[in-house]
């Protein structure tokens, strides 16, 4: 077999497994390149495109175009216009061929026939004096700003190509979704006139789940996600220096911005900071910041370029070196960013416009007007020895302009990739690079003999910091590559102790300070160099996702926890340990009771423990350890109940004092459509209970409300108890209602007109008259007697209204008529 692999090897080079998404460049005068495994590069002639700035295209995995747009019209892989990204035929998408960095094309995970096409317009100062109605020209340097501009500043947007869908002229793919507008300025205020700047760039996030897309405006980074969902129209927003001011636009907006192909640097140049419109002035700048992959946030600005023009930016591919390259002259600079944070310059013998790294590892320069490109062929190594050059021919007819195509930088990363880098342990060196190449050599940076296979595998003997060489060759060019790594001893997980606790509540629901085993699982080692950390599974804790927090709230009555040891300076070398974490049972009581002691006739009476099983342990606030005690006073008892696993619940038992009711008031409202009745009753000092009532019902039920309602006319029985049940207090009352009228005429049904509720007991003393409608006085009523039969002197009087005056004997008098009718 091996033998067989080396005559393989022989025939057709090393291939090393990479993407390539980038292998073909469209851009400028109808130009274009093909990047070829081999590391040449070859001119492609079949351009439909002519751009003098913005552009930008996409292979699929292997290499094959997929399609191109200059930000305003899309090509497909057969250079064939796509109907619904048209822009000569009104189905344009809102870039600017002018714009620094029109366009990006990000694919959607896991979809291979979507791809998002984003592009950035060209923010006019005429275009934003006019907002929100068109500019209608002519622009002032119509020579640089194309003529067929909408007059508006449109920002920047996305379009959707789905490329399993043929156009209506044949083409592969078409857009399906145009233009959807991302906000990045405050709608609220000027920026709205102008949206965007000319920037924006695109990298894997750290998951490898989806990608970043980045843009600038003014002080603040926008960071959109796009995954298998598609865009996430809410972006991450990070507001840092410098603030650019819109005053100068459109030439503020000028210049590139890259994030670094590891995907934890953005660097952006800001070509001048001008503070009148179509100013030109020579105050640009260049920062460098940190990018965060996982999060999208942007920070830690560094200023490296003041009062100049810069215009191109690129990181080389081991994004070691940061290159910039100047509007107005001026050689391009190379910053050393590897340097323990110190960051060098150097300038070097070249000079251009727009900086692209390629698939072959190579930043090529744009020439304005030359018919080739210049090139930086390392672009890792520090100062000359980066050696700049002479770029690829263009062909016949084509030329450069300021711009060259941006892609997603990860697909441009040239690494070394390391794959178990513990003591001890065989760790695998591979070459991400894209391609075939000739030979390798790794140098692993200890001394051991070098070796020329592809994806060597070695044992190191001690720990500590290595740097890691390979040497690639490919023709006669010759590259190396280097990558510090840290082989670190594999820690320990010592045996850790189970941790128990009592579960109050008994839902299995309780809280864990998991940290309480940290220095049990570290043992001797020291927590400065190794970090314990905690998962509820065993795929977690190998793959370190998803720690437990130290203060874990755990929803099952036993689980196991799997503790993770591993270096802080290589968290590859691991080791695990688990334990277990238990709710225990507490005894099943209710917590809380109260009751009641007559302070009539004090008589002792017994309280429990809510239980009287033998299998717990009982603690009275007494002393006392039996399930239940007699007590004869009040105040506040209570019992520890413990089971046998030493987990207790404490019960409280309060005593309060009660007693019979004793009245204090009744208050009656009556002759009225709804009559009422309240009762008011008194109380010892010591006494804390609560009285309930009944309206006669002597079993009740009773209420707890003192009030009742709508209460029938006539005789009742109030009785009232308390919470002790020490007694039931009883009082009569009486509701008086006076009839609207009486039938005398003999059927034994309303014969007579007499006051309900009045008798000899009720009201006994009251005074009752009857008059007719003169004033005369008919009848004198006795209270306690059948009422007022309707004669006067023997005579039966007629059908008709009669006034009565009732002088009640507490005090209240009475006036009205009723009828009486034969």
């Given at each position: 077999?091996?033998?067989?692999?080396?005559?393989?090897?022989?025939?057709?080079?090393?291939?090393?497994?990479?993407?390539?998404?980038?292998?073909?460049?469209?851009?400028?005068?109808?130009?274009?390149l093909?990047?070829?495994?081999?590391?040449?590069?070859?001119?492609l002639?079949?351009?439909?495109?002519?751009?003098?700035?913005?552009?930008?295209?996409?292979?699929?995995?292997?290499?094959?175009?997929?399609?191109?747009?200059?930000?305003?019209?899309?090509?497909?892989?057969?250079?064939?216009?796509?109907?619904n990204a048209?822009?000569d035929?009104?189905?344009?998408?809102?870039?600017?061929?002018?714009?620094?960095q029109?366009?990006?094309?990000?694919?959607?995970?896991?979809n291979?026939?979507?791809y998002?096409?984003?592009?950035v317009?060209?923010?006019?100062?005429?275009?934003?004096?006019?907002?929100?109605?068109?500019?209608?020209?002519?622009?002032?340097d119509?020579?640089?700003?194309?003529?067929?501009?909408?007059?508006?500043?449109?920002?920047?947007?996305?379009?959707?190509?789905?490329?399993?869908?043929t156009?209506?002229?044949?083409?592969?793919?078409d857009?399906?979704?145009?233009?959807?507008h991302?906000?990045?300025?405050?709608?609220?205020?000027?920026?709205v006139?102008?949206?965007?700047?000319?920037?924006?760039?695109a990298?894997?996030?750290?998951?490898?789940?989806?990608?970043?897309?980045?843009?600038?405006?003014?002080?603040?980074?926008?960071?959109?996600?796009?995954?298998?969902?598609?865009?996430?129209?809410?972006?991450?927003?990070?507001?840092?220096?410098?603030?650019?001011?819109?005053?100068?636009?459109?030439?503020?907006?000028?210049?590139?911005?890259?994030?670094?192909?590891?995907?934890?640097?953005?660097?952006?140049?800001?070509?001048?900071?001008a503070?009148?419109?179509?100013?030109?002035?020579?105050?640009?700048?260049?920062?460098?910041?940190?990018f965060?992959?996982?999060?999208?946030?942007v920070?830690?600005?560094?200023?490296l370029?003041?009062?100049?023009?810069?215009?191109?930016?690129?990181?080389?591919?081991?994004?070691?070196?940061?290159?910039?390259?100047?509007?107005?002259?001026?050689?391009?600079?190379?910053?050393n960013?590897?340097?323990n944070?110190?960051?060098s310059?150097?300038?070097?013998?070249?000079?251009?416009?727009?900086?692209?790294?390629?698939?072959?590892?190579?930043?090529?320069?744009?020439?304005?007007?030359?018919?080739?490109?210049?090139?930086?062929?390392?672009?890792?190594?520090?100062?000359?020895?980066?050696?700049?050059?002479?770029?690829?021919?263009?062909?016949?007819?084509?030329y450069?302009?300021?711009?060259?195509?941006?892609?997603?930088?990860?697909?441009?990363?040239?690494?070394?990739?390391?794959?178990?880098?513990?003591?001890?342990?065989?760790?695998?060196?591979?070459?991400?690079?894209?391609?075939?190449?000739?030979?390798?050599?790794?140098?692993?940076?200890?001394?051991?003999?070098t070796?020329?296979?592809?994806?060597?595998?070695?044992?190191?003997?001690?720990?500590?910091?290595?740097?890691?060489?390979?040497?690639?060759?490919?023709?006669?060019?010759?590259?190396?590559?280097?990558?510090?790594?840290?082989?670190?001893?594999?820690?320990?997980?010592?045996?850790a102790?189970d941790?128990?606790?009592?579960?109050?509540?008994?839902?299995?629901?309780?809280?864990?300070?998991?940290?309480?085993?940290?220095?049990?699982?570290?043992?001797?080692?020291?927590?400065?160099?190794?970090?314990?950390?905690?998962?509820?599974?065993?795929?977690?804790?190998?793959?370190?996702?998803?720690?437990?927090?130290?203060?874990?709230?755990?929803?099952?009555?036993?689980?196991?926890?799997?503790?993770?040891?591993?270096?802080?300076?290589?968290?590859?070398?691991?080791?695990?340990?688990?334990?277990?974490?238990?709710?225990?049972?507490?005894?099943?009581?209710?917590?809380?009771?109260?009751?009641?002691?007559?302070?009539?006739?004090?008589?002792?009476?017994?309280?429990?423990?809510?239980?009287?099983?033998?299998?717990?342990?009982?603690?009275?606030?007494?002393?006392?350890?039996?399930?239940?005690?007699n007590?004869?006073?009040?105040?506040?008892?209570?019992?520890?109940?413990?089971?046998?696993?030493?987990?207790?619940?404490?019960?409280?038992?309060?005593?309060y004092?009660s007693?019979?009711?004793?009245?204090?008031?009744?208050?009656?409202?009556?002759?009225?459509d709804?009559?009422?009745?309240?009762?008011?009753?008194?109380?010892?000092?010591?006494?804390?209970?609560?009285?309930?009532?009944?309206?006669?019902?002597?079993?009740?039920?009773?209420?707890?409300?003192?009030?009742?309602?709508?209460?029938?006319?006539?005789?009742?029985?109030?009785?009232?108890?308390?919470?002790?049940?020490?007694?039931?207090?009883?009082?009569?009352i009486?509701?008086l209602?006076?009839?609207?009228f009486?039938?005398?005429?003999?059927?034994g049904?309303?014969?007579?007109?007499?006051?309900?509720?009045?008798?000899?007991?009720?009201?006994?003393k009251?005074?009752?008259?009857i008059?007719?409608?003169?004033?005369k006085?008919?009848?004198?009523?006795?209270?306690?007697?059948?009422g007022?039969?309707?004669?006067?002197?023997?005579?039966?009087?007629?059908?008709?209204?009669y006034?009565?005056?009732?002088?009640?004997?507490?005090?209240?008098?009475?006036?009205?008529?009723?009828?009486?009718?034969?």
């Open positions: 077999m091996k033998k067989h692999l080396t005559i393989l090897v022989l025939l057709s080079g090393l291939y090393c497994y990479s993407q390539a998404e980038a292998s073909n460049w469209y851009f400028a005068r109808y130009a274009g093909k990047f070829l495994e081999d590391g040449t590069v070859e001119a002639l079949d351009s439909q495109m002519t751009t003098y700035e913005g552009s930008s295209s996409i292979s699929d995995y292997n290499g094959n175009l997929l399609f191109y747009t200059d930000g305003k019209s899309i090509w497909d892989k057969n250079h064939v216009i796509m109907p048209d822009y035929n009104g189905t344009g998408l809102m870039g600017d061929p002018s714009s620094t029109s366009g990006i094309i990000v694919p959607q995970k896991g291979p026939n979507i998002y096409v984003f592009t317009d060209e923010p006019h100062d005429e275009n934003a004096s006019t907002y929100p109605e068109p500019f209608q020209g002519p622009y002032e119509g020579n640089t700003i194309p003529s067929e501009d909408d007059g508006l500043n449109n920002g920047l947007n996305y379009s959707v190509v789905d490329l399993s869908i156009g209506t002229n044949g083409s592969v793919g857009v399906i979704s145009r233009n959807n991302l906000i990045t300025y405050n709608p609220e205020n000027y920026e006139r102008f949206k965007c700047s000319e920037k924006i760039s990298v894997k996030d750290a998951s490898d789940n989806g990608y970043w897309v980045v843009t600038q405006f003014r002080n603040r980074f926008y960071a959109f996600h796009v995954d298998e969902n598609g865009v996430n129209e809410t972006p991450v927003i990070s507001s840092l220096v410098p603030s650019i001011p819109t005053t100068g636009y459109r030439r503020n907006a000028i210049g590139y911005m890259k994030i670094s192909p590891n995907g934890k640097k953005i660097a952006v140049a800001h070509s001048q900071r503070t009148q419109p179509g100013a030109t002035t020579y105050n640009g700048t260049v920062y460098l910041y940190d965060n992959n996982a999060t999208g946030v920070s830690n600005p560094i200023s370029v003041e009062n100049k023009n810069p215009y191109g930016i690129e990181f080389s591919p081991q994004s070691k070196k940061l290159y910039v390259s100047f509007d107005t002259g001026g050689t391009i600079i190379q910053f960013l590897e340097n944070g110190t960051i310059s150097y300038e070097t013998n070249a000079e251009g416009k727009a900086l692209q790294l390629a698939p072959n590892g190579k930043i090529y320069i744009a020439q304005l007007g030359n018919d080739s490109l210049g090139v930086i062929n390392d672009p890792d190594e520090t100062g000359e020895a980066c050696n700049p050059g002479v770029g690829p021919y263009l062909g016949e007819g084509r450069s302009a300021f711009g060259l195509p941006p892609f997603i930088t990860s697909f441009l990363e040239i690494s070394i990739e390391v794959s178990n880098a513990c003591l001890g342990e065989e760790s695998l060196f591979e070459m991400n690079i894209y391609g075939t190449i000739d030979s390798i050599m790794w140098d692993f940076g200890d001394g051991t003999p070796t020329p296979q592809l994806n060597p595998t070695h044992t190191y003997s001690s720990p500590g910091n290595y740097t890691i060489l390979a040497t690639v060759t490919r023709g006669i060019e010759e590259h190396t590559y280097s990558r510090e790594i840290v082989i670190s001893e594999i820690p320990v997980a010592n045996p102790n941790l128990y606790i009592c579960d109050l509540e008994n839902d299995g629901t309780e809280s864990f300070e998991l940290s309480q085993n940290t220095a049990t699982i570290l043992g001797n080692q020291s927590p400065d160099n190794f970090e314990v950390l905690y998962f509820a599974s065993l795929s977690s804790a190998e793959s370190n996702n998803n720690p437990l927090p130290e203060i874990y709230q755990s929803t099952q009555q036993t689980q196991t926890i799997y503790a993770r040891i591993h270096s802080k300076f290589n968290k590859g070398c691991y080791d695990i340990t688990t334990f277990i974490l238990q709710a225990i049972e507490t005894p099943a009581i209710e917590t809380q009771d109260e009751n009641y002691l007559c302070i009539e006739n004090i008589t002792p009476i017994t309280i429990n423990a809510g239980t009287n099983s033998s299998q717990f342990t009982y603690l009275w606030s007494t002393g006392e350890t039996t399930p239940s005690i007590i004869n006073e009040s105040g506040t008892y209570e019992v520890e109940v413990t089971n046998s696993s030493g987990c207790s619940k404490t019960r409280t038992v309060i005593i004092y007693q019979i009711p004793s009245i204090g008031n009744i208050e009656i409202t009556d002759l009225t709804n009559n009422t009745v309240t009762v008011y009753v008194t109380s010892q000092t010591e006494v804390n209970t609560n009285y309930y009532y009944s309206l006669d019902l002597p079993n009740g039920p009773f209420q707890e409300s003192n009030f009742f309602e709508n209460v029938q006319p006539g005789p009742h029985t109030i009785y009232i108890t308390d919470s002790g049940n020490c007694g039931i207090t009883k009082k009569e009486s509701i209602s006076i009839p609207k009486f039938t005398p005429n003999g059927d049904i309303h014969d007579t007109w007499d006051i309900i509720g009045m008798n000899f007991k009720f009201y006994s009251s005074s009752i008259y008059f007719d409608r003169y004033g006085l008919l009848a004198s009523v006795d209270p306690k007697g059948a007022w039969d309707g004669m006067y002197n023997g005579h039966p009087l007629p059908s008709t209204d006034w009565y005056l009732i002088k009640l004997d507490d005090g209240r008098i009475v006036k009205g008529h009723f009828s009486m009718v034969r």
